[in-house]
């Protein structure tokens, strides 16, 4: 069924924007707005495997948009990031590939509990001083570099809810600091949303018109959330933000 609740081509328009912007500020911020935009993008008439396609368009920009303000602010190195980014290609590529298919239930409740974790875990404090023989903080474990290849599966076969996982592995196999992990967070995305899309495209399952509107609205939510990032409660915010999320996304994918 189409959007059809408001008249138009123009109230079409608005609805794709609006979603485009709300799910630009909730995916920099947490992650998690694709939850918003695939359904509005079923509404608009695509087809569940298209809808799939089409919001990466908007997810490439947006995190292209948010990695340039977070790279001004010296949050991230664009080669340790790009370095990182690689690892999630494999995985990428094939999960892009199987993205015709739906996840199926199990896998769903599986990615529930994975999330609830996390932002549970999200919510500990920081330990202080370190561990002798433990791993210095910015220096990566190696368990981190088969968590990016699962990461890319996840992300190019689905995409939703990547935030939060991205978050956590990053904060608990990179760094600590919050706002520094979002930076890398949506650089990597940025990188590897890219080939998805291009996969997605060539299989014919994106399109172009839709995409780019709900792009429009997701590049200016997602410098709005830039800007919540880098104030002075950066990292409380990036909490709520996934803390509420992850139980909108726990609450939908588990019925």
């Known amino acids: 069924m189409a959007i059809s609740f408001i008249q138009g081509e123009e109230g079409r328009l608005i609805i794709l924007f609006l979603a485009g912007l709300g799910a630009g500020f909730i995916n920099v911020l947490a992650g998690g707005g694709s939850l918003l935009t695939l359904p ?4 608009a008439g695509l087809n569940p495997v298209t809808a799939n396609g089409t919001n990466r368009i908007g997810i490439l920009l947006e995190n292209l948009t948010a990695t340039h303000h977070f790279h001004q602010r010296q949050l991230t190195e664009l080669k340790q ?16 590939l199987a ?7 199990w896998f ?4 529930v509990i994975v999330l609830i974790i996390g932002a549970i875990t999200l ?3 920081k330990k202080t001083g370190t561990v002798p023989g433990s791993r210095a903080d910015g220096q990566p474990s190696l368990w981190l570099y088969p968590a990016l290849v699962a990461l890319g599966f996840y992300g190019g076969f689905i995409q939703a809810g ?38 997605f495209a060539w299989m014919g399952e994106v399109h172009w018109g839709i995409g780019t509107t709900i792009a429009v609205g997701g590049v200016l ?5 830039t800007k919540v990032t880098l104030s002075r409660r950066g990292e409380l915010w990036i909490k709520i933000a996934v803390v509420i999320m992850v139980g909108i996304m726990a609450a939908k994918l588990w019925v």
Do not use: E
């Open 40 to 43: 509005v993008l079923i509404l």
């Open 162 to 199: 990547i935030g939060f996982l991205f978050i956590l592995v990053l904060r608990k196999l990179l760094i600590q600091h919050l706002p520094q992990v979002n930076a890398y967070k949506t650089l990597i995305i940025a990188i590897y949303t890219l080939p998805a899309l291009l996969i």
């Open 99 to 105: 993205g015709v298919h739906i996840s199926n239930l």
């Open 123 to 125: 919510l500990f404090p």
């Open 81 to 96: 990031g790009g370095m990182l980014a690689l690892w999630t290609l494999p995985g990428v590529v094939s999960g892009a």
């Open 221 to 225: 939510g997602a410098w709005l959330a």
């Open 108 to 111: 769903q409740r599986i990615l």
